[in-house]
């Protein structure tokens, strides 16, 4: 698996936007394969334990809040080199620094909402997509 998929969310205030289909037409034209999708909606312990890498930070109990605040879009893409390849198109996490054409520069509102999640490495991308989707949900 290491490689080839990384895992990706579309977060509560860009999915309220309207900006799913925008972003994931952008995922697309970069030659992702969207192997799987859901759409849910995350409860606080669902959220803590997701981000509980950040459970000391000042920030967290504000990430839970806003990851909760309404439905998510969560997908696992394929493509090679696809942790690196996604880190690219969605741009640095605040989005007044990101490049220009990234999607958290066209759709991010601030840091904490930056339109998109994306995995920073294999191994988390593998744990974060075990963590939304069974294996036989998975093709």
């Given amino acids: 698996m290491a490689g080839n998929y ?16 925008k972003i994931l037409d952008m995922i697309l034209q970069q030659g992702f394969r969207i192997q799987v999708v859901k759409i849910v909606k995350l409860s606080k312990n669902q959220a803590s334990a997701f981000y509980e890498v950040h459970k000391d930070r000042p920030f967290f109990n504000d990430l839970v809040e806003f990851m909760t605040s309404g439905p998510i ?11 690196q390849d996604y ?34 490495s294999d191994e988390n991308a593998e744990k974060e997509i075990n963590f939304f989707f069974s294996s036989i949900e998975r093709i």
Wanted: proline share 3%; hydrophobic share 45%.
């Fill in 6 to 21: 990384t895992f990706t969310m579309i977060k509560p205030a860009a999915y309220e936007a309207k900006y799913t289909g």
């Fill in 87 to 120: 880190r690219n198109l969605i741009g640095s996490t605040n989005p007044a620094d990101a490049a220009e054409g990234t999607i958290r520069k066209m759709f991010g509102v601030s840091v904490q909402k930056n339109a998109v999640h994306g995995s920073d």
């Fill in 73 to 83: 879009l969560a997908a696992v893409l394929e493509k090679a080199n696809a942790v």
